[in-house]
């Protein structure tokens, strides 16, 4: 079994099926580029928008997380924030070529965030990405007032902790993954808007699935409370997989 992900593992993937004298099953993840037929499955988010007898589709991405890492890392934070409050969680992705984190739309989404927290009497949690600009990190920790958590470097346990400590999420908008991740948690989601340089159809197309399934919502000083059926697309296509090669 061969599972590959990415441009740059599709020829090893190819070549290694081709030329093992035992049986493969290939895997790839995300659109190849190449010709289908290389592969036994490929698995791509729907928004992409590709077909095939071989394709199989995931709501958003597919992603490490589980239930069980998530309930395991609960108490990690939970001596650093006031309890007697709800607590929200934002979490931050980082630039792209879609999404500008200037100061501007940073700004802009921490004076909402502001504002949640302060009309509805939140704990706010902010948890920083791989992607996430020092300055953007910086400016939260001055942003808020010491009575938030701002995790000031990259700590999975915290994600995690915050994760399951948090009645309600924020992600911002140019991160699938991360509104995948969080969808796996079935609490409401809310996304932080970043106006786009250019055409992203794509990311649009993966908020409005999400929208329809009712997962997310936009971020406005109104919080509510909703549910929706928790999203876990990695297990449930490794499932199909196992079925169709055993």
Known sequence: LIISC????????IFLKKNS??????????DPKVSINNFDFIIVPEHDD??????????????????????????????????????????????NKYYEYNDKNIKNIYDKVRETIKKNNLQLIVVPSMRTPKKAIDLASDYFSKDNLVIKDIDKR????????????????????????????????????????????????????????NII??????IENWSYEKLDETNRIALEIIKKIT
């Open 158 to 213: 915290a994600y995690l902790s915050a994760l399951s400590l948090s009645k309600y999420i924020i992600v911002t908008c140019d991160s699938t993954s991360m509104i995948s991740e969080s969808a796996l948690t079935g609490k409401p989601i809310y996304i932080a808007e970043i106006p786009s340089k250019k055409n992203d159809r794509r990311f649009k197309k993966f908020r409005n699935l999400f929208t329809n399934l």
């Open 50 to 95: 590709l077909k095939g007898k071989n394709v199989i589709s995931s709501k958003g991405a597919i992603h490490y997380l589980t239930e069980d890492e998530i309930k395991k890392n609960h108490d990690y934070l939970l001596k650093k924030i006031n309890n007697d409050k709800n607590c929200i969680l934002l979490i931050l992705g980082g630039p």
């Open 6 to 13: 990415g441009r740059k593992s599709v020829i090893p993937s």
């Open 21 to 30: 004298i035992k049986k493969v099953h290939n895997i790839h993840i995300q």
């Open 217 to 222: 919502k936009n971020l406005d000083e109104n």
